[in-house]
């Protein structure tokens, strides 16, 4: 089983449309948890972090689930702009090896 | 304040030849990471360093695989000697404390004919 898996993909969606994706993570001592967005032929770059709380940045909102150990995200009102791969990431020990996600492809159709 | 800066954006080498990449850190950023990103085995991590010292290279592939990094301000990521299944994409990444954020360079495209 990998360390983080998340679903490849990809989702097609229309404009306006709301997306979610999940992710589950293998080691229950994981701590921090982020959402990265990678763009074609770029480098990842942060969208946001994952808090035990559940955290929302406008249309984007993260949920922690450590019983089930998933992270999720959810994608509201999606642009054309929203396209991109999301990459999930937990670390695996209480120190600060960070393991990625394969990542989910999403397409928003115009 | 420039991002992480990374060089070369490309390279393209022979087999059998050694191949150096280089990243300099975010100034202040305590943490530097190298990773690796191919379509099959997506984005692994290499090996990182705190303050300089390596703390975990489990992720490095084999022995011909090198890194460095001399002070705070640059790595090295060496390949010697360089084969075929070395090609992906490597990224250089620092984040200022444990468990923050990375930031990612534009990242050196890497191919070994």
């Known amino acids: 089983r990998k360390e983080v898996e998340q679903d490849p993909g990809p989702f097609n969606v229309p404009e306006g449309a709301t997306v979610a994706f999940n992710c589950t993570y293998s080691n229950s001592a994981s701590q921090s948890f982020f959402w990265y967005r990678q763009d074609c032929r770029k480098e990842p770059k942060l969208l946001m972090s994952?808090?035990?709380s559940g955290n929302e940045d406008g249309r984007f909102t993260a949920q922690l689930n450590r019983a089930s150990q998933y992270i999720s995200l959810l994608i509201r009102d999606s642009k054309l702009s929203d396209s991109a791969t999301y990459l999930c990431v937990a670390d695996n020990t209480g120190g600060f090896k960070t393991i990625f996600g394969a990542g989910t492809r999403l397409f928003v159709k115009a | 304040d420039a991002g992480v800066i990374q060089s070369p954006r490309h390279e393209v080498t022979e087999m059998g030849q050694e191949v150096t990449l280089r990243c300099k850190p975010i100034s202040g950023h305590d943490y530097l990471f190298w990773y690796r990103q191919t379509m099959m085995r997506g984005l692994e991590l290499l090996i990182y360093?705190?303050?300089?010292?390596?703390?975990?290279d489990s992720g490095m592939p084999e022995d011909r695989f090198s890194a460095k990094m001399p002070n705070a301000s640059f790595s090295t990521l060496k390949i010697q000697p360089s084969e075929p299944r070395d090609s992906a994409v490597y990224f250089c990444?620092?984040?200022?404390?444990?468990?923050?954020?990375?930031?990612f360079g534009p990242g050196t495209r890497l191919l070994v004919l």
């Open positions: 990444a620092s984040s200022p404390r444990v468990r923050e954020t990375q930031y």
């Open positions: 360093f705190n303050n300089n010292v390596p703390i975990d």
């Open positions: 994952v808090y035990s």
